[in-house]
């Protein structure tokens, strides 16, 4: 494909208004604002790119090595119409907040989050996080999904965004690969209990083995925030509350640890 | 116990040595040289205390709710010839690097992280990370441990340091229930192959499904770099290698989760 000039540009001021819209999208408020995202890296690009995402923006650094998957990404944003920025490693470690910055960024539109536009006879196993606070925990919490099979990540009340930097960066392309829908307890619910679904949390009240528990498709496994863990009322709301064996001095698990633990159970049981 | 005034000190100024000397604890190279690490919270630090590990120093907010806990605290501080600093909140806050600080620190000799002060006999399960770069990584591995009753984990080569503040923070506690020893790969082999153990690798090579795979005790479970994962050559020197479902695109967990579902499947697996 022949490469285009029109959509091509070479930046190096700091105060250029496109690097501070860049780096803008760093913040919550601004991502909302322009409904964009930034993701970086050759690999995460490029599992997005093969997902069917193409970056509307794509960011290199002007002193990078030749890599076909980068000429692939190039290829492809031009035939899309999207635009490239070539820039400086130094203003590249500012757009993306880290030291030693990947070679490529891209900047992709925030997807349709509504509990409405999921599909839950897409898979077999949802997951689903109640405030939950640490971008790194959302975005690994992702990347379980994938590896589990998991349709997609439902984020109850306040949590974290997982169109940050960190929870891209965390779920290692996932982002792309999950669904992700963000909504209040009642809504969710509402939706859950609108069709088929089992709701599961890791619980200590009135709990039972979660390895021998009667796990069923579509399983939603809900985990709570990082401090306080569940509000009673979600954990009641719960066809099934599972207990993990706590052997030392503490009675919780990282929140991301806990649903992976549990996420592989749920596969191993719906797959006997 | 009395309270006796002569180790309590009340401190306001942001360039007071001790304050700097505290400060200079979330730098490995000044924990290094001083021996020492901090710890944060009141129930970190109560955790530690029915541990047996008492501050040398407690650090406190001097606007604080009194609590019990904080008393018991500072009584066994007092006892057992400590110091006690008090500071303000914004001084606290830069002693410990969070915005809002936790009412309490304090500092702590650090452990002999020796492979021989290790007793592989304590324990049917150990933990074994290889080049772990990422502190939250290494504090939820601790934590992890902590759960299922492991006895400790065991660092191989260039790890993040599991006494930083990063570390001890997401360790929620279990670094004062977990061994911990560092050593180079050729000394944890010799060290390992001198007793009783079995060594275990999630790996994609010569692998079979980690559900049903014949986990021994003393089990080690070893998980890679967080980038690179393990180097062939330490994956071959496993004695069982083990493959968890990878349903999606990516081929690799969080090296926290994959410790983890390792871990859990090892302790059901030992307790059949």
């Known amino acids: 494909m022949a490469s285009s000039a029109t959509n091509r540009r070479h930046i190096t001021g700091f105060s ?42 794509l960011v290199l650094a002007d002193r990078r090595d030749p890599h076909p998957l980068l000429t692939a990404l190039e290829e492809a944003v031009e ?33 349709d989050t509504s509990l409405a536009a999921l599909d839950r006879s897409a898979a077999d196993i949802w997951l689903v996080a109640q405030a939950l606070r640490d971008p790194g925990n959302l975005g690994t919490m992702l990347r379980t999904g994938d590896a589990i099979g998991a349709g997609g990540l439902i984020l109850i009340d306040d949590c ?77 709301a719960c066809d099934l509350r599972v207990t993990m064996p706590m052997k030392g001095r503490a009675d919780s698990l990282n929140a991301a640890v806990a649903a992976a633990v549990l996420g592989y159970e749920v596969l191993a049981a719906l797959e006997d």
Not at 16 to 39: D, I, M, Q, Y
Not at 89 to 105: E, F, H, M, R
């Open 16 to 57: 250029n208004p496109t690097v501070k819209a860049l780096r803008s999208l760093r913040e919550k408020k601004h991502r909302k604002a322009a409904g964009r995202f930034l993701a970086e890296g050759l690999r995460l690009l490029t599992d997005a790119r093969d997902c069917g995402y193409i970056p509307e923006v």
């Open 79 to 111: 035939a899309n119409g999207g635009e490239i920025v070539e820039t400086t490693a130094d203003i590249l470690s500012k757009i993306t907040g880290k030291d030693n910055p990947q070679a490529v960024a891209g900047v992709f539109a925030e997807f």
């Open 160 to 236: 974290a965004d997982p169109f940050s930097v960190e929870a891209v960066r965390a779920s290692m392309g996932a982002v792309f690969t999950q669904s992700i829908a963000q909504a209040r307890w009642e809504d969710f619910d509402e939706w859950l209990r609108g069709g088929a679904g089992q709701l599961v949390a890791a619980s200590l009240r009135d709990a039972q083995p979660y390895r021998s528990a009667p796990y069923a498709a579509p399983c939603f496994v809900l985990v709570g925030n990082e401090s306080r863990g569940l509000p009673e009322a979600y954990e009641m």
